[in-house]
């Protein structure tokens, strides 16, 4: 070979060489900057993250707020429904309760007692009374005033049975006998 063979392919080697140093420079700086690219995307891919998992955060915390509010909803439905079935049966004066069961007085000779109940609302009281001799009654109503006689006429009695209209507060029903007397006292009221 000759010497200006040798520097030829001396030439070559060293021009390629430089290609492919040129090639891997190239390839290393498209790399460096993909690099820097990805790791500048990747940290907003990770402030992005970060920034969903506090929405997640705030939108469970959201939920669990809301399903806690639902269900005081639902609870205070639920005790409206009942409040209106009670409310529906006092307006169809189909609710009771029995507020004497055979209660005794002992009334003196020419004395009198009385008992007294309460009432939420207006509605009657069915009263049953037994009386070891003849007794009168005195119906009051404080809140408004009310006063009736049973009997109306002013008689006494042993035994009665009457229905009667109340309205909402005390009644008191006071006994008068002249004679001592023991009285059985049975009363539902009715509203």
Excluded: C, W
């Amino acid at each position: 070979m000759s010497p200006d063979g040798e520097v030829d392919s001396h030439r070559r080697g060293s021009s390629a060489f430089v290609g492919v140093l040129a090639i891997l420079l190239v390839i290393l700086g498209i790399g460096g900057y993909m690099y820097y690219d990805l790791s500048k995307n990747y940290e907003a891919l990770k402030l992005d993250y970060a920034a969903q998992a506090q929405l997640l955060d705030a939108l469970n915390a959201s939920h669990a707020n809301i399903t806690s509010r639902l269900n005081q909803l639902n609870s205070s439905y639920l005790n409206l429904q009942g409040d209106y079935a009670e409310l529906l049966q006092i307006v169809r004066l189909e609710k009771n309760e029995t507020i004497f069961t055979n209660y005794i007085l002992n009334l003196p000779k020419n004395g009198y007692e009385g008992i007294e109940f309460t009432s939420q609302y207006a509605g009657y009281v069915e009263v049953r009374v037994a009386a070891s001799s003849p007794v009168s009654l005195l119906i009051t109503n404080y809140k408004y005033g009310l006063i009736l006689d049973y009997p109306a006429n002013g008689d006494a009695f042993t035994s009665a049975s009457f229905k009667m209209p109340v309205l909402d507060g005390t009644t008191f029903l006071q006994f008068f006998s002249t004679s001592s007397s023991t009285v059985t006292i049975n009363a539902t009221l009715h509203y």
